[in-house]
């Protein structure tokens, strides 16, 4: 019997900045469908991988002052270390530039479109947004990207053009005949109204540029940056063009006809993206797969937005969140391995998936500690601490009786199916309320049975027996289903309920109650969620961003102040990096550096390294917020005279507004030297 496979990807994220929680998103919310689906015995492939060639990138490489390869090169890094800190299992990664196997791919599937008459080259004039490596549709809005809204550039060049609009009527065809492409539904919508439109043509090749790869046959040309990122899923799997692995029968849907002892007919495939990109998958990718002959993935998902205490997150507000800090301050505080599970669980129990949803530190450690630590737990240790105490660790032979009957039906069957489908609908929230609704009923059980009360009576040993048969049995029950969302945890406890093999090697659709055998030795209960004080761990987890954010660029400003995540990142990059370029006395005189007297200064709260200051700086007293309070003390600020940047736009650090910025220099180990006068200098004094 053939084993089902399963396909599954994440979009490939672009190479220009450290991943933050929104990529972890997406790679969590498939690592948990991906367990999910080989505990139900697929034979799974599960890729990421990164995007690697555009202007945008490019740019961001120049402006680093680093060689683009090693700016994409060691991005990638970043993005394998955070899997690796998150237990993302078992995945495949593709990245796009300097991968000659890639190349071949989009070069073969070019081919192919043009070969079939869906290309054609034509002078392209309009706009071209490169944040989001699009041309923009004119019309729509002349001048800004409808996507992020920024200004799109003029461009004016020879291109390729592929005829998207010849598959229009083929397109709506299939969201028709196949309500399950486009999921969730509101989705599908979108999608079809926006074809029904009319779609135009797409440049598919931009002159002059480098940094891609070379479009067939024409060296001026590279191919279009989304047409190479999408060609990246068959890529990931050994798709080579002409030459197909043996992986890409299996996981790829074959075309009819196509022979091999590996095709499988089921092969399932499922894209998931957030909806930001949901055009390029469900309108672009089909029609470029189309046009080259092959088939196409069965759905696009396309989750919601991850916003950050109600805010979108935006490196120019500075409020990123990156799941490093998060998960190291929560492994730290509670001595285990639990931040990974914490946050897993936090984003997929709290978020609807589909629906936009929130971030907060708040809202983290509250389920952190309402449903790990107080629940599973809680649970986890009172029953094998039960066991440990009334049954010498071994788990008792229930007689056939009530007691367990009762447990078994509210965990049993229905439960069971209920969890399974919401697993299989990508619906987490539904299934984790299923499952801590039933770990409820089983707290209720204890509590109503009162086993601690048992007395040595046979007929209340008996009962015993049973109670205790119950509630572990449960507990196991309730660690297979949890699995797939939090799998360091439960894997800790399926060892202390004494199983044999790996939690994550079981089979979740073959779960049934009755499967612990009696006489299992269970070891002695360790906590598996440590309960965690909610502000101490949220100021840790503060601190740990702090440390966490790039050091000081090497201009002569404060570390902190005015930077935004990915300057000051680039920055880092930068060892050795060229001067800036030279500027004009003009461009000089714009900065509006002034002396100004440090009146007062504290340290901001929950963080190791900021510090607001009040200055006097001639013609009024401004708060400016620095990035100095690991060198300097309040004492050995206040009085002191310092150089102030006056004329910087206010922004907020912390929640904490900083009007302007101070002056100062950098060590070579990061550390601000506050600049100074020697002799006396009047406030107010301009710097010119
Ligand atoms: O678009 N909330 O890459 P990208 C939820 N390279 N998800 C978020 C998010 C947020 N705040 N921010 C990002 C690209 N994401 C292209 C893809 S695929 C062939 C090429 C997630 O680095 C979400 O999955 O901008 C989104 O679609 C993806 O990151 C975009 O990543």
Redesign the pocket.
Known sequence: MTVPSFYL?????????R?????A???IACDAIARYKRMCGYDVAFLTG??EHGEKLRRAAEEAGVPVERFVAEKRELFKELWRTLGIGDYRFVHTSQNLDHVRSVQWMIERAQEAGYIEKKKYEGRYCIF??RYVAEGTAPATCDICGRPAELVAEDNYFFKLSAFQDRLLGHYRDHPEFVQPGYRRNEVRSFVEAGLRDISISRRRLKWGIPWPGDPEQVVY??YD??T??LTGIGFRGAERSEDFKKYWPQPAGAASSTTNPHAEVV???????LR??AVY?PAFLWAAGLPLPKTIF???????EQE??SKSKGNVVYPEPVVAAIDELAGAKVGNDALRYYLLRDVVFGQ??NFSRDGLLTRYNADLANGLGNLSSRVLTMVSNSRGGAVPRPAPAEAPRRLFELSSKPHLIAVRQSYERFEFSDALTTIWGMLELVDKFLVEEKPWAATEAVGDQERLDQVLYAATESLRILAVLSHPVIPDATERIWQQLGQEGKLADQRIDQLEWGGLKPGTRVARPEPVFPRLDKKQAIERIENMEEEIRPPAPKEPVMPSEGKQPERAESSRLEAGATTPARISIDDFAKVDLRVGEVKTAERVAGTDRLMKLTVDIGSEVRQLVAGIAQNYTPEQLVGRKVVVVANLEPRKLRGVESNGMVVAATRPDGGPVLCAFTEEVPVGSRLK
């Open positions: 990807t994440t979009p490939i994220y672009y190479a220009n900045a991943p933050h929680i929104g990529s998103y997406t790679t990164s995007d989001d490596e940056v989304w990122a999408l990246s899923y894209h998931m993206i957030g909806k930001d990109i390029f998958h990718w396309a989750h919601g937005w991850i916003y950050y979108k997150m936009d949803g």
